[in-house]
């Protein structure tokens, strides 16, 4: 099972970095067809991919650590007590994560059902950029669940050993 979610961490990250790839190819082209006189409007496509990047790279950069995480708290509990706030703080995030999951995946079920299309050139379906938000959401909730069961088996969860090893 471990290795399934690692897989699956990395490949939304993979996601996430070829996402921001098509946001400069994009650009690119269109800077390459001003050029030669052609009209390219890379701006919807870019947007597209920009939300697509910035929801499917969630869950792995929590398990990178990469998320800024305010300690003032944390750092001001010891032993069971902190092990506790960390679980509850594990599960309260999980719970919004999670409650954002099902209500954007049932705002991209109504967006379907509607047919509703983008308003820029492309007029693309609105689900097709919607559904990148909804499984980075998915599995970001993965990511704090698998965080909260590492913290509830006493382990240190991947935010905290992974931002340790990038400060030094």
Known sequence: MRRFLDGLYRFSGALAAFFL???????????????????????????????????????????????????????????????????????????VTGFLSVSAALFVWQTYTFGDISPGLLAAPFWIPQT??????IIMTVALVDDLLCVARGQTPSYEANSRGALE
Do not use: P
């Open 21 to 95: 790839l098509a946001i400069g190819v994009s650009i690119l082209a269109q800077i390459v067809g001003r050029f030669f006189g052609k009209i390219v409007d890379s701006t919807e496509l870019a947007g597209f991919c920009l939300a697509a990047s910035s929801f499917l790279g969630l869950g792995y950069t929590l398990r990178g650590g990469g998320h800024i995480r305010v300690n003032m708290l944390v750092i001001r509990f010891t032993g069971k007590s902190r092990r506790a706030f960390e679980l509850w703080c594990c599960a309260a995030a999980a719970s």
């Open 132 to 137: 990148g938000m909804v499984l980075g959401l």
